[in-house]
């Protein structure tokens, strides 16, 4: 209810701030973790993750960004969308690690709602959607860049993207799994999710995880030149097509959403499923020495 509730007040003052920043035809809406800009090509607008320090998705960054989307989704001079971050050096670090450890099952549940309401929403998003990858993207921040048309990835060796939850001693939950597997193939995500690999954009372009890998300073006018060549399809031929490549694999979560919320909760809870989890926060802190 709370957040229900939460997401109207957003959404409208959302759409008040749009107003009152229009300059220049560019327009930008802004919550505090999600900022819009339009600019650059007509009917595209870029969407910037700023969630420091490492773009976790916290249920708070979830909701925003969902709504930033719904708000992008019904302004109908909006074609696409460049999803980027405003974090020097992450994409996102993926799901909250701290919304899944030391909490009760009810906000599990909570939490793992919004993370199916976000990946629904983008995966079958009508927009052309472009990753700007300008940084790390593990697990969650992989499984953005994936729900994406297309993946632009900076040429630095410091930044990673895979789907490493079994490093985590957690499993990437059956519609991550299909998503890989429409992506870079069986074989590959077989590979992949059970080594929790984290790919450099070299290896990522090899396998398919990503389209593209650019010198660090050209990801955005990339990601805006690629933009420009899916504007130039017909809207509908495009959505009819990307409905038809995406429908079956959305259409299994949605069939199961409770279940799979259920699923979710159980195994989150799991004792030893919150010890893996303790452990790798403290490697994470023990590596700043
Ligand atoms: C058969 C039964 C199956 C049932 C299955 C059912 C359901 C599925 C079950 C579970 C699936 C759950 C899916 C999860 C997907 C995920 O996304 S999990 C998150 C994975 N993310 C990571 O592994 C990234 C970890 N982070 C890093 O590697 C690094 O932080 C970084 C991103 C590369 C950045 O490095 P950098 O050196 O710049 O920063 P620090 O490491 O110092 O981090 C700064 C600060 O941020 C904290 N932090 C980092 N990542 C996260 C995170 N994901 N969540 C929360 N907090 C994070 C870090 O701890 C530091 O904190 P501080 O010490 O307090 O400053």
């Known amino acids: 209810m709370a957040l229900a509730a939460a997401r109207r007040l957003l959404l409208h003052a959302g759409s008040r701030l749009g107003r009152r920043e229009a300059v220049d035809g560019a327009r930008r809406f802004a919550n505090k973790r999600v900022l819009v ?47 980027t971050s405003e974090c020097p050096g992450i994409f996102s670090a993926g799901l909250d690690l701290l919304e899944m450890y030391g909490r009760n099952p009810a906000h599990y549940a909570e939490y793992w709602k919004n993370v199916q309401e976000l990946w629904l929403r983008l995966y079958t998003s009508n927009m052309i959607l472009v990753s700007a990858i300008n940084g790390a993207s593990p697990a969650g921040g992989c499984l953005l860049a994936l729900c994406c048309d297309y993946r632009v990835m900076a040429d630095n060796p410091k930044y990673t993207i895979g789907l490493n939850e079994s490093l985590l001693g957690i499993v990437a939950p059956f519609w991550f799994k299909d998503m890989y597997v429409n992506t870079i193939g069986h074989r590959e995500a077989e590979r992949a999710l059970q080594l929790g690999t984290l790919f450099s954009p070299a290896e990522a372009l090899k396998v398919g995880v990503v389209d593209e890998v650019v010198p660090e300073d050209q990801v955005h006018s990339k990601a805006r030149s690629v933009m420009t060549k899916w504007l130039a399809i017909p809207d509908h031929s495009r959505q009819l097509t990307k409905n038809m490549m995406r429908k079956a694999t959305a259409d299994s979560l949605i069939k199961q959403r409770e279940a799979d919320i259920q699923n979710f909760t159980s195994f989150i809870s799991k004792d030893s499923i919150q010890k893996s989890l303790h452990m790798y926060l403290e490697k994470l802190k023990q590596k700043k020495g």
Do not use: H, Q, Y
């Open 37 to 83: 800009e339009t600019e650059g090509p007509a009917g595209v607008a870029v969407m910037k993750l700023r969630n420091p320090p490492v773009n976790s998705l916290s249920l708070e960054c979830l909701t925003e960004f969902t709504i930033s989307l719904e708000k992008l989704e019904n302004d109908k001079s909006i074609r696409g969308v460049i999803l």
